[in-house]
């Protein structure tokens, strides 16, 4: 059974962690439903510290029409200690002040807005399934 939706990786970059000095690695890119782009994903995570917890957001709206910016960014982090995803607050995320996002969301918000959070979840989804490079941030799954 294929995914309902693929997903493009594009572009990534290597940091360091503001509170430890370990190296973060950022990789982002687009979702797709068929041939309309529904979100564009960002997934940060310091190397080799499952304690970090990794974080993915999602601007999620219209994509490939500049007249149109409707878009809101939806952050998500992952915790591996009972490999659950949490719904975190958007606004303190890198991607809360590019010019491509028109609203942060908080949890509640995110949790709110009809339909967001499927679109967000369903994102999530595809991307941890389907961006080969997050192999690392799989692997800090725990197994127990
Ligand atoms: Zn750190």
């Given at each position: 059974?294929?995914?309902?939706?693929?997903?493009?990786?594009?572009?990534?970059?290597?940091?360091?962690?503001?509170?430890?000095?370990?190296?973060?690695?950022?990789?982002?890119?687009?979702?797709?439903?068929?041939?309309?782009t529904?979100?564009?994903?960002?997934?940060?995570?310091?190397?080799?510290?499952?304690?970090?917890?990794?974080?993915f957001?999602?601007?999620?709206?219209?994509?490939?029409?500049?007249?149109?910016?409707?878009?809101?960014?939806?952050?998500?982090?992952?915790?591996?200690?009972?490999?659950?995803?949490?719904?975190?607050?958007?606004?303190?995320?890198?991607?809360?002040?590019?010019?491509?996002?028109?609203?942060?969301?908080?949890?509640?918000?995110?949790?709110?807005?009809?339909?967001?959070?499927?679109?967000?979840?369903?994102?999530?989804d595809?991307?941890?399934?389907?961006?080969?490079?997050l192999?690392?941030?799989?692997?800090?799954?725990?197994?127990a």
């Amino acid at each position: 059974m294929t995914h309902p939706l693929s997903v493009e990786p594009t572009g990534e970059s290597h940091g360091h962690c503001d509170c430890c000095g370990n190296a973060t690695s950022t990789v982002w890119g687009y979702v797709h439903d068929r041939e309309k782009t529904v979100a564009a994903y960002f997934v940060q995570w310091t190397v080799g510290s499952a304690e970090h917890m990794p974080n993915f957001d999602f601007l999620i709206g219209t994509w490939g029409n500049d007249a149109v910016n409707d878009r809101v960014l939806s952050s998500w982090l992952f915790n591996p200690s009972n490999n659950s995803f949490m719904i975190t607050d958007a606004k303190c995320r890198p991607a809360a002040n590019s010019q491509l996002c028109s609203h942060a969301l908080s949890r509640e918000e995110t949790l709110a807005l009809p339909g967001l959070k499927a679109v967000a979840s369903g994102c999530l989804d595809a991307v941890w399934l389907q961006d080969g490079r997050l192999a690392e941030v799989r692997a800090f799954a725990n197994d127990a």
